[in-house]
RNA sequence: UCCUGAGUAGCUCAAUGGCAGAGCAUUCGGCUGUUAACCGAAGGGUUGUAGGUUCGAGUCCUACCUCAGGAGCCA
């Protein structure tokens, strides 16, 4: 049922894409791609064509092209791939400025009559729309929401790559299925052993961070948890960056710049795939926005970040990265200073403080449950939280007891451990969780054995402590909740290309 | 795991316990500026599965299956 694909009738027009088209302005260009749309008007068709970088209409009157070009035209059937030449108007009446004038088309495969592309213009349900995850993702928002995630991914790597970190894999299979609370995905390794899906290459990493100094990973992450939300995957993809002599606070400092520089490097490329999309860019730009401490935040904000005059020379804005300094830089080693936090961009608040900001509003009526002290935040609690800012909030020095067991305690209050938690704005959760890690081998070994975990199976954890133990921090930032704010969706499973769920593994 | 909701044409959805319907898609016809184009016509159904109540069940009852989103947990 394939036709094989001639040559265009003018084989000197150069192929480029739809993205650059604006580019080729009066010229005759080639684009290679599939038949979106098609709509008619007696002797005069309108396809509008795509190629994975947008979509433009193309304009074909019966008088102006070839009879075959007009009547296969007229014929085809949506998502048809074809090799189509035209010139280039700049128009008013089209949505991106330009639309194509249609000299000759030429079919690769032609969608049989009998079966037509089943994702349609309307809307569609969700069932309908994963079941053909493998066909829906050409759709224009769709595909616009992979280019941005493929943006940030660059983003976030190249931001460890210039900044002097080394990029340093994980085992994705691992021995013991102890690191923490979570469900993991069990497999057989040959027989005698069980094996693991990672839930973390956090440990590994820390092992990593200790040869090379500063590091990050970058891979796949699973969690067998039964979650059923619109902030789950069972498979996700994690970016977890590692640093020795490095505090909670430069933690915290690295950890903004990052998002900075992934939010702005969207805002450079993106702009109108987040328009198609239906994000509210003003938005983003509030979150780069260097800012004074007075106009972030909304009244209920706290005095957190406003403590500590120190680390001034820290201002993580919207700057290029190359100007953005390396934080470990500022950061000494450790000097965990309690409170005392560098002012910045993005506002910090203890969990202390974030539970009065609970409780007060709680007491106003506008959460309906009250928070408990010593309690993790829940769901609500941390959209509450984060709607108070317009940039993403960072949470830090939780309690120890209801944190995991490698984080170290904070020095001023050894009931809190020194660790952050990153609320994504508008109501996305929690995007990044990092901590200051246990560093002497004593404190950790007795927190293995509190916990109730095997130390035989963490003794090369604990050797990372006896040989050269030095302060270090990490963080870990899941890939598809940070998409799913910045493009502002609804749910992570429009996020990755096949989305991995509790009820769903195919296609 | 718990709570709640939904399964009817290829898709999105209607239908007081009383003849199974519309829009889109498909096919045929019309239209020279359409923007999920529009106008006319045609074809298209084992109402998730299995029982039950009833003169009569898409509708009521029971069980099961599938999916969704919320809690918990987390990124």
Redesign the pocket.
Known sequence: MSTPATPPATPAAPVTTIAEIGQHEGQSITLRGWLY?L??????L?PTFRDGTGTI?G?V???AVPERVFETLK?L??ESSLVVTGRVRA?S???SGF?LDVDDISITQRIP?ET?F?I?????????L?EHRHLWIRTPRQSAILRVRATIQRAAAEYFDTNGFFRTDPPILTPNACEG??ELFEMDYFGDDKAYLTQ?GQLYIEATALALGKVYSFGPTF?A?????????TE?W?IEPEVTYLDLDGLMSLAESFLTHIVSRVLETHRADLKLIGKDITKLEAVIAPTSTAEACHPERSAAESKGPEGADITPTAAPLSTTPAPTTTSSAGHAEGGKSPRSGFPRLTYDEAHAMLVDAHARGLIETAHTYGD?F???D?TYISSQFDKPVMVHRYPAAVKAFYMQPDPLDPTKALCVDVLAPEGY?????GSQRVDDYDLLKSRIEQHNLPLAAFQWYLDLRKYGSVPHSGF???I??CVAWICGLE??RETIPFPR????IYP
Request: glycine residues 10%; hydrophobic residues 25%.
């Open positions: 749309n709509r008619s008007s007696g002797k005069l309108f209409q304009i009157p019966k008088a014929t059937t949506l128009d009446r089209a949505p639309e009559d037509p089943p349609q213009l309307k809307e569609a349900g969700v069932d309908f994963m609370t979570s973390s969690r948890e039964k979650s059923k939300t619109r902030r789950h995957l996700f994690m993790d829940g769901s609500p941390e959760g929690e995007i990044i969780g870990g930032m899941g598809e909740r749910h992570v769920t509790l009820n769903r």
